[in-house]
């Protein structure tokens, strides 16, 4: 079944720290993955989008990671700032299913 | 350049009841999606259309019509509001396929009753 699975749920960081969030996903074919920012009553916006060549993708003070093998991403967040909390989406698109997979997001809180 | 809007943004309905929730989009995408989203869940997209005059069906079509008259509005049809469609609807725009980036609207909240 393809899914998508992101980690953890939720997490709460104070201002200024490190932080990074987890997607695993079992989507069969891939042809590539996204993150999407979202805040709270807003829309989704991207962030990165990244295809099964790419390891790494920079978008200011976001870091995407992609290992195709194991079938992992990772989106690292340096430096957070309070405009930092909102939801974090991992989303793979199947080309052979040409279909989106969300997954469920996970909810950051930067805390001064 | 507004990018994708939703209108209107919150909306009650009491069961039964119809609706139809509009976007619109100025960026001459070809690709238009309807997502819904529920606490805990992923967006599940519901219709989609690749070019002006055509819909088809994606994940959750049961509840929900679509009409794509002119290239730049798809719009989102609930005929008889169901307490189970209460959720928050986004619309999205792509310039292709889905496998390139999507543009999502505000979203709209829906209650129904």
């Known amino acids: 079944k393809n899914q998508v699975e992101q980690s953890p749920q939720s997490l709460i960081i104070l201002e200024g720290k490190n932080c990074t969030l987890q997607c695993n996903y079992t989507v069969s074919p891939f042809s590539n993955l996204r993150w999407y920012k979202q805040d709270t009553g807003r829309g989704p916006v991207s962030l990165t989008i990244m295809t099964f060549s790419e390891n790494t993708k920079s978008n200011g003070r976001y870091t995407a990671t992609l290992d195709a093998d194991t079938k992992q991403s990772s989106l690292h967040i340096t430096a957070s700032q309070l405009s930092d909390s909102a939801s974090y989406i991992c989303?793979?698109?199947?080309?052979?299913?040409?279909?989106?997979?969300f997954g469920a997001g996970t909810r950051l809180a930067v805390h001064p | 350049n507004a990018g994708v809007t939703q209108t209107p943004k919150f909306r009650v309905l009491k069961t039964g009841q119809s609706m139809t929730l509009l976007c619109a989009q100025d960026m001459n995408h070809e690709y238009m999606y309807w997502y819904r989203q529920d606490p805990g869940m992923g967006l599940r997209l519901i219709h989609y259309?690749?070019?002006?005059?055509?819909?088809a069906k994606g994940e959750v079509p049961d509840g929900y019509n679509v009409s794509r008259l002119k290239k730049q509005n798809f719009l989102l049809g609930l005929e008889s509001a169901a307490p189970s469609q209460t959720s928050v609807y986004f619309c999205?725009?792509?310039?292709?396929?889905?496998?390139?980036?999507?543009?999502f609207g505000p979203g709209t909240r829906l209650l129904v009753l």
């Open positions: 999205a725009s792509s310039y292709g396929t889905a496998k390139e980036t999507q543009y």
């Open positions: 989303v793979v698109f199947s080309g052979g299913y040409n279909k989106l997979i």
């Open positions: 259309s690749v070019g002006e005059g055509t819909t």
